[in-house]
């Protein structure tokens, strides 16, 4: 009765009160949280394939020993903006775009709490990647140090000033981003809404939001210091004028490697959507799935110097850092074996978001296995700074961020758009993209055994056989995005299957309550919350 | 956590009573102080990661 009431009001709701008929007024000056989190998805989108395009010219060039197309400088160039382009332009918009449409539909809310400064958050996003890909077109270049910055060699060249100004506006719209999530889970929540009956997606970016606020300053402070380092004469990191360059990377990874968390836990709380759906099962676990996501977040603040035992730790630091690092394997081992034991025993079916969340569980692990080889502290000297440091974060942000992104995708965009996506197409998209993937980076850990350093754009001819079958993997898994862009314009713009209100026979949560299209103003009225409508069943408090 | 739910027609016709609207409005007051906490927070952490501009 309750569902059906919210419906009918919704209804009436999205007649009097749709959107704004004015392309500008609606898309510029939005404060509709779902406006503004289809605005992210669609900037964040544009972002991977031009990240993407940088990956590209990186395989071409290391598809054959010697330089063939680009030089040095330029190859630098192109690996420094993909990372930061992949970081902060496609992965972080694209779970703040999640936030943004699903968290007040989740917590039936009516909007973000803060409208206005939502719509802010956004549009200094794609302000702040023209100021950084403009550097590419300047006398001299762009950034080509490296995505983590590390003094000296960043401040060589002017680009670094637009490059610090594009890293401050981003941490500023991810810090009111964080803000706006914070204050909305906190106080938007309807009625009856427990924080121990929030979806486990609203429980991993309330957690995430919280590490946001805690380490985007510190990189703001970092590159601050930078730039008075190039600019006004201070020597924070210059040895020369009493400074110490190690100070930075202490800095750098105290805020570096919460930031691989941030992209990480908001995938762990999709895939903890999905999987239930389709295993039609509640989630195996949901208060250890909960404090699994607060414990890791809680350990990402004590394992920075991992990334940084070639420089010449004390050894006590470094087997500090080392079981530290390797704690975070006892949090996350929990969230594996709830997500396998969802499945166990569950009426399974393997739609396009299942498959890509099972490809996430499987590739992720293979990702956390090799980051445990890397937490060792005394074999890190022979992986640090090789191929398999590549190889490893690849499987954990590709496999791992993309792949929950790409699923969320998936699962969600019936409720988006109002119509299904063709599974035939999406389950090519999946078979094309999970076997390229491997074909792209596994690979990648025998270069890194052997010795191949990372950044280079030549490389010697003992490593050419698996270069060659890394760019082959390459090609295809960028081409298959394009089916995933392709399916994407066909649902939302072409696709004659409607979707139903509840759009999995599974899928549970107040998201499936109301119809699809989600109209343009939803839970004005807050809805009644049923423990059977929420995904992990009843909790015992 | 009195917020009216709606349960029935005579619910959704008379939506957002003035009751509903002063919880929410409420909602929406204590949701700005929580930014302003949370912001300050943040431009703390800002100034103590370049504090050490101070010692150099």
């Not at chain 1, 609203?202 to 190039?230: C, E, Q, R, Y």
Request: glycine letters at 8%.
């Amino acid at each position: 009765m309750a569902h059906a009431a919210h419906d009918q009001h919704d209804h009436h709701d999205h007649e009097h009160h749709g959107p704004p008929r004015n392309f500008i007024e609606r898309w510029v000056f939005s404060t509709n949280h779902k406006d503004i989190g289809t605005l992210y998805l669609v900037f964040a989108l544009t972002m991977f394939f031009i990240g993407g395009s940088f990956a590209m010219v990186i395989r071409a060039e290391l598809f054959k020993p010697g330089l063939q197309l680009v030089q040095p400088y330029f190859f630098n160039e192109m690996t420094t903006l993909h990372a930061l382009v992949m970081i902060f332009g496609a992965i972080m918009p694209a779970f703040v775009g999640l936030a943004n449409w699903m968290i007040p539909l989740m917590v039936g809310a009516p909007d973000m709490a803060l409208p206005r400064m939502n719509n802010l958050s956004f549009w200094l996003m794609p302000f702040a990647f023209c100021v950084l890909l403009s550097t590419l077109f300047m006398p001299g270049g762009g950034p080509a140090g490296g995505w983590t910055m590390y003094p000296p060699l960043s401040l060589q060249g002017e680009s670094i000033a637009y490059t610090i100004f594009a890293i401050h506006l981003m941490g500023i719209s991810s810090i009111m981003g964080a803000i706006n999530i914070i204050a909305t889970i906190l106080n938007m929540r309807a009625p009856g809404m427990d924080l121990l009956k929030m979806p486990v997606f609203v429980w991993s970016w309330l957690i995430t939001a919280f590490l946001l606020i805690a380490v985007m300053p510190v990189l703001a402070g970092a590159v601050t210091m930078l730039l008075t380092d190039k600019y006004f004469g201070t020597n924070f990191f210059n040895a020369a004028g009493g400074g110490d360059p190690i100070l930075y990377q202490h800095i750098f990874w105290f805020f570096g490697h919460p930031e691989v968390y941030i992209m990480i836990l908001p995938a762990f709380g999709i895939v903890s959507e999905i999987i239930p759906t389709f295993a039609r099962k509640p989630i195996f676990g949901y208060k250890a799935m909960v404090f699994a996501i607060a414990s890791i977040a809680f350990l990402s603040f004590i394992v920075w110097a991992h990334h940084m035992f070639a420089v010449g730790l004390p050894m006590g630091a470094e087997i500090f850092f080392m079981y530290a690092t390797m704690l975070i394997a006892v949090p996350t081992g929990v969230k594996v074996f709830n997500w396998v034991t969802t499945m166990w025993g569950g009426s399974l079916t393997f739609e396009t978001p299942m498959l890509f969340s099972i490809a996430f569980v499987i590739l992720f692990t293979i990702g956390g296995f090799s980051g445990l080889m890397l937490a060792l502290a005394p074999a890190d000297f022979q992986y640090h700074d090789t191929y398999f440091v590549v190889a490893h974060f690849h499987y954990v942000l590709v496999t791992g961020a993309a792949f929950a992104i790409i699923a969320a995708a998936y699962y969600w965009i019936p409720k988006w758009s109002g119509n299904m996506y063709n599974e035939t197409w999406g389950k090519i998209h999946f078979w094309s993209s999970v076997i390229s993937v491997n074909v792209l980076f596994f690979p990648q850990h025998f270069l890194g055994l052997a010795g191949m350093p990372r950044r280079i754009p030549d490389y010697n001819v003992a490593f050419a056989n698996f270069n060659m079958i890394s760019s082959i993997g390459g090609f295809w898994f960028g081409a298959s995005q394009l089916i995933f862009l392709g399916v994407i314009i066909h649902t939302v713009f072409f696709a004659k299957k409607k979707s139903p209100d509840r759009s999995w026979e599974g899928a549970k949560g107040l998201e499936w309550t109301v119809p699809s299209p989600a109209p343009h103003h939803t839970f004005a009225v807050p809805p009644v919350i049923n423990d059977d409508e929420l995904a992990h069943g009843h909790v015992d408090h | 956590m009195n917020w009216p739910t709606a349960t029935s027609t005579i619910d959704l016709v008379n939506a957002h009573t003035h009751q509903q609207e002063a919880e929410f409005q409420a909602r929406r007051k204590r949701a700005r102080r929580t930014a302003w906490i949370v912001g300050g927070i943040a431009i703390a952490i800002f100034l103590l990661s370049i504090l050490q501009m101070l010692n150099v």
